[in-house]
């Protein structure tokens, strides 16, 4: 077992009568793309903010690298984080501002930067009170994927950016995955974390509902399975696996496969297959069927 | 149908209400002071008999019409009133109100939150224009509590419903200022930058008009100078404040329509497209924090600067004004301005003078932090290896600094006016009659970290309360003779008569120790609550 990049234990946030997170144990070892998903309002901001000290948690405790979180100066010199909404001051400029993170933060690697500024084609010139959200959130980026801290916070940061720059920022996380370092991406972008993620936390109404690999995820799930036969179609009822079977006119039939798909391939071998089409869930689809009915 | 109807008329009522809950709570306040401090200050005059040719020679000395304005009507209850609290509540309401302008617009729209509201069938102008229409409100209704006050305590209608209307057009003419200046300019402080350089221009200009006989035209230049110009109690002019309201109408207007002309989040006046990084002062946390008090400083520095050596220049002709007048010297004493006769206790009286605005300036730099954290410009800072500690502390200790160099250039500048005209003020004398005001610049700093750690929404108000509130008190309480127990609640009743006497040490340590407990509670809250949005 390696070291955990990030790690939570119990931990909850009250806000009034709310339960913005409850009773959150998380643990993310160092160099693995950790996807945080969940639909708005869920919670994601609500940890992190408390990992990064920026709100008390009500109970419970979190760690980076073995540092407690609410020991600032010590964490904050390992990771580096990007807001949902960055806010600048509006008579700096971008390079100020990209100079000011440098100089304070937990060290930068100017190349990287000057080569992210050109990637991200942001003008740097210019004051930030002219820039759009978009613009903000790669002042963010850039400073962020330029510190090589081990531990990259970043929370949703790519709902400002059109698609040519989001493709930009899953090659840098990917530049950040080479190097080692960890990224722990909030999101509610599925395509983003099917892209960039080795694993994934789900969280529903601020409860931790899943973590698993995406992989895994997806064989958790079912399978969807529709296959036409020549001649009469087998009867499959009872078949290990296999479950919501029915027919689709005559000759095809369609039903949903948990687990090994052996038993039902024997079945399928036994009748004139015609066609047969197997389809994987999309994230989405499990995503939908997490979140149902009260999704929050 | 009804339910079209119904939401058709919604967007007003949403944003009226919107801005009456963000005004209500200083609206009283401000009211209530005013209101209250009139009916006090009628309430507790005595009038003296005083002789026509001293009074003639009293209302043509250019030192005290500089200083106080022109007295007019001082032999009577009303005119006393006027001439003693008129400036001090016109230039609070005018405050108030321009702070008020650009926090419910610009700040909003700084801080976001007026992105949802905008992205409905509400056009920014519309916004703009609801705002400011809420606030513009709030002078008619201190005019009038005002007025209804005085008439209560006891002098003439006439006199006090145009005191009244006096004092509504001031504040009607801020809300348009900071109404403008909200529109021009991108961010919130330089509006305010912008807007506090009218008033301070304003007075200033009035002070020039009233203290130099050929140059009393400026007057009608000033919103302080034109409610000097009514007379309320003596000539009772309408003209003036009518000047008065027809501008501020007229900019409130401008104001709409420049809001119109813009986009939301931008302003007027255009940031430059493109300029070359400048890095100083980007380097540490308490450098960056030198970096935004600079400009401010500079503009303070500047218009008290200006303000102190006009109050050099007169010290000669003052004081010997009253050393040949005894009369008034009690009149003064009466006043709060007692030992006006020699140049040190002339020094003394105006030095103390000083530590409103320099408990203000440091109560505006805590409540800027506020702001920044408010509008989320700190998280990336906070995000950096830098506790809230360590934040604090630089934005305090700089804060304190700079208004440390406030205190001084006013010192300097009212020692370069009154060496201009030979007044004999020593320059030692000079400083240390300007640093006698620093414990109380302190106990504000102390109250605004304390305001900063547990209610970040009034870190300006409970900041600046020492220094402006703490002032207002001793004028009232001297105005009425108040018992000496309720005197002793100003901090200004326990700054000694530095230079004309030696400093108070004793007073002095114990506003020093308070001023550091509330830093101490302050930073405490600050490290345990939650950074807002
Ligand atoms: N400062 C706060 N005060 C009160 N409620 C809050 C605060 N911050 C967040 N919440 C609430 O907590 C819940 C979780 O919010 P958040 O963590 O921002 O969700 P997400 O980032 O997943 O969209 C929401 O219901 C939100 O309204
Ligand atoms: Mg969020």
Redesign the interface.
Known sequence: MGISALRTEHLSKRYGRLLALNDLTLDVPAGEVFGFLGPNGAGKSTTI?LL?????PTSGRAWVFDTDAAD???A??R???V?A???????M?G???L???A????GTDTAYRDELVQRFAL?????A??YSTGNRQKV?LI?AFATRAPLLVLDEPTSGLDPLMELQFRQAVGVARDNGQTVFLSSHQLAEVEAVCDRVGILRAGELVEVASVAQLRRLHHTEVAATFTGTPPDLTGVHGVHGLHADGAATVRFTLNGSPAAALRALADADVATIIVREQSLEEIFLAYYGQNAR | MIATMAAAARPEHVLRGLAVRQVRRGALVVTAVCAGMSALVVAGYHSEALDPAALAALASNPAIRTLFGEPVALDHAGGFTVWRTGTVLAVLLGVWAMLAASRTTRGEE?A?RWGLLLSGRITLAEAVRQHLGVLAVVPVLVGAATAAAMIAAGVDATGSLLHGTGLAAVGLFFVAVGGVTAQLF??RS?ANGAAAAVLVVGLLTRMVGDGAPALAWLRWLSPFGLLALTRPFDSNRGLPVSLLAVAAVLLLALAGRLAARRDV???ILA?????????AL????PA?AVR?TVRPLVAWSAGIGAYFLLLGLIARSMTEFLTGNPEFAAMAAQAGFPALGTVEGYAATLYALLAVPAGVFVAVRLAAVAA?EN???L??????????L?LLAAEAAVAGCAALFLITVAGIAMWAGTATVHAGLSAGDALAGAWNVVPVMLLCLGAAALALGWTPRAVAAIGALPAAGGFMWQVTADSIGAPSWIRALSPFAHLAAVPATAPAGVAASVMAGIAAAGVVAGTVGYR????SA
């Open positions: 903010r990064l000290g920026l709100a008390r600032v100066a010590a904050h010199r990771l580096a984080y807001p909404d960055v806010a600048l001051w509006p008579r400029t390079a100020e501002v100079d000011l993170l100089r304070i933060g937990p003008d740097v010139s210019k004051a009170g002219t963010a400073a | 700084d976001g991108v961010s330089a989040g931008a302003a940031t430059p497209g493109s300029r070359p990084a400048r890095t980007l380097g540490s946390v960056f935004r920044d509008a989320r410009r998280t990336l800072l906070l995000a950096a290896p830098v506790t809230r360590r345990r609550r939650d950074l």
